[in-house]
């Protein structure tokens, strides 16, 4: 198993039970797959888009967003599945999963 880390964009404007229901989600497809998280975390509540003038979203233009930071121990194999699940969810914006490279001291 690999060490990743996602970045979740999540709409701004869910209410509290919306919002821990899509933390939730993220979190059960990482297990679904056979995945451990080893920390989750609010990174960044309504914080300002970057492309304010091209604001990202469906029907409706945001310029805020919730950021949802997620560490995660998984499968390589996995992380395709995940990824198909997360872009099919209408509450996240964007997401963003990278590998950790472990770092050894030299």
Known sequence: MKKYEAMFIVKPDLKEEERNSVMK????????HQGVVSQDQIWAERRKLAYDLFPIGGGVRYKEA????????????SITAIKSVYGLNEQI????????EDTKPV
């Open 25 to 32: 989600a993220v979190k059960d497809q990482i297990i679904k």
């Open 66 to 77: 919730l950021y949802y930071l997620v560490n995660f121990d998984a499968d390589p194999a």
């Open 93 to 100: 914006l964007r997401y963003l999963i990278v590998r950790v």
